[in-house]
Nanobody
Framework: QVQLVESGGGLVQPGGSLRLSCAAS????????MLWYRQAPGKERELVAS???????NYADSVKGRFTISRDNAKNTVYLQMNSLKPEDTAVYYC???????????WGKGTLVIVSS
């Protein structure tokens, strides 16, 4: 089992920045890639960014150039630096880690980001 705990959400003005963190614990060796998803009110959950254990990254087109995903393997933590935030970035942000050895997908409980003036 892997436990994921997000933190760092909050209220920020348009154009501002936030850094989200996701701390993993438990059977860390059973996961490789770590991902951030988000779900806005009334919308489906969407993939925001992903990073492999070796540091390869991918981003949704809507956040490219504004968000940066990174990880500290020594701390078992993945980060999402969000800059130039827009009201449409308002959502609950979830950390995700697929198991390497089974169909299991581990999820955190999410952290709320509100971008509003």
């Amino acid at each position: 089992q892997v436990q994921l705990v997000e933190s760092g959400g909050g209220l920020v003005q348009p154009g501002g920045s936030l850094r989200l963190s996701c701390a993993a614990s438990g059977s860390i060796l059973s996961i490789n890639a770590m991902l951030w998803y988000r779900q806005a009110p009334g919308k489906e959950r969407e993939l925001v960014a992903s990073i492999t254990n070796s540091g390869s990254t991918n981003y949704a087109d809507s956040v490219k150039g504004r968000f940066t995903i990174s990880r500290d393997n020594a701390k078992n933590t993945v980060y999402l630096q969000m800059n130039s935030l827009k009201p449409e970035d308002t959502a609950v942000y979830y950390c995700n880690a697929p198991s390497r050895f089974s169909p299991t997908n581990y999820w955190g409980k999410g952290t709320l980001v509100i971008v509003s003036s």
